[in-house]
C-alpha cells in the first residue's frame, strides 16, 4: 500500500494516510533509520500499558525507509485547537497538564529506558559546548534526584491529538524512566515565549502573547512539584536545555546555551521568570 494525502509534518517525518484507519509516519532521509524502531517499540510499550498513545500497527519499508504505521486518531492537534479557539488556550492548558500528570502517575512499562542514560547520550553530542562542559553536563545528570515515572520527553501542545475518546499523545520517540521534573522542564523549553519562530516549528503560527499565556497557565498548574524541587530546578534545567541543543531542532542555540551557562546562579529557574 502507497501512502495517501499528507496529515502532517514535522521537523524529522511526515505523516501520511495509509488506508481509512490508520497513518504512516516516514523519517525524511537524514534520519537514522533505526529511529523507526525505537519509535515504534516505546509506542507500543506505552500503548499496551494502558496510556493514551496510538496503536502501532507495523512497521514497513518504504522507498528504503522504515516506516512507522500507527492506528489513526481522528482529531485535531491540541495547538491547533488553541490557534482556533484562543479562549479555550486555558484550559486545554489545563488539559495538557491533566495528560502529563497522568503519564507520570502511569507506573512503569517494559522496554522504556532511563532518563540519565539517554540525556548522557544527547550531552554527549552537544559539539557547542567545549569538552570539560560536556562532561560535566553529563555529571551534573546523574548526580540529580532519579525519579521512578514514566516521562514523554517531548510533550506539547502540537503532540496531543484531541481524539473522539479523550486527548491521545503522541510522537513517543523520547520517552524515559526518570524524575517528572525533567519532563516538566522539557515541556516549559518548548511552550515558552523568546525563542524564534523558526525554532517553534512544532508551534506553527505562535505568537509570543499566546505562549506566554499559555506558558505561565502552565508553570502556574505546576507549581506544587516546581516549589518542592526549587533545589534542583535550575540545574535540571541547565542539563536538558544542553540536551536539547544537541537535537538540532534550533537554529539559534544562543538562550538553550544561556540556560546551561546559568546553571550555578543564584536566582530563581528561567522559568519561572517567563
Known amino acids: 500500500m502507497k501512502p495517501g494525502t499528507l ?8 505523516v501520511y494516510e495509509f488506508g481509512p484507519q490508520a497513518v504512516v509516519k516516514v523519517p ?18 506505552v500503548h499496551a500499558f494502558g ?16 516506516c512507522v504505521v500507527l492506528e489513526r486518531i ?13 479562549a479555550e488556550a486555558a484550559s486545554l492548558t489545563a488539559e495538557l497538564v ?15 529506558p532511563d532518563l540519565v542514560g539517554r540525556l548522557s547520550l544527547k550531552l554527549a553530542e552537544c559539539d557547542e559546548l567545549p569538552e570539560a562542559e560536556r562532561t560535566e553536563a553529563q555529571e551534573l545528570a546523574e548526580l540529580l534526584p532519579r525519579g521512578a515515572a514514566l516521562l514523554h520527553g517531548d510533550l506539547h501542545p502540537g503532540n496531543v491529538l484531541l481524539g473522539p475518546d479523550g486527548p491521545v499523545a503522541i510522537d513517543w520517540f523520547d520517552a524515559s524512566i526518570g524524575h517528572p521534573l525533567a519532563d516538566v522542564v522539557r515541556t516549559s523549553l518548548l511552550i515558552r515565549p523568546g525563542f524564534p519562530p523558526a525554532d517553534q516549528r512544532h508551534l506553527p503560527g ?20 516546581l516549589s518542592s524541587t526549587a533545589d534542583d530546578l535550575r540545574r535540571w534545567e541547565a542539563v536538558v536545555a544542553a540536551a536539547r ?3 538540532r531542532a534550533h537554529h539559534d542555540v544562543a538562550p538553550l546555551l544561556s540556560i546551561w551557562r546559568d546553571r ?3 536566582q530563581p529557574a528561567a522559568l519561572l521568570e517567563v
Open 264 to 266: 550555578s546562579k543564584p
Open 74 to 86: 481522528h482529531g485535531v492537534t491540541m495547538w491547533n485547537r488553541m490557534l482556533e479557539q484562543p
Open 51 to 66: 496510556l493514551p498513545a496510538p496503536a502501532v500497527l507495523e512497521v514497513v519499508t518504504i522507498e528504503g525507509r522504515s
Open 206 to 225: 505562535a505568537e509570543q502573547p499566546m505562549l506566554r499565556a499559555i506558558h505561565r497557565a502552565y508553570v502556574e498548574h505546576w507549581g506544587d512539584l
Open 98 to 112: 491533566a495528560v502529563q500528570r497522568s503519564i507520570h502517575a502511569a507506573g512503569l512499562p517494559d522496554r522504556i
Open 245 to 247: 541543543v544537541s537535537e
Open 7 to 14: 496529515v502532517a509534518a514535522g521537523r524529522t517525518s511526515d
Open 28 to 45: 525524511r532521509p537524514e534520519v537514522p533509520q533505526v529511529w523507526a524502531e525505537i519509535e515504534a517499540d516505546l509506542t507500543d510499550a
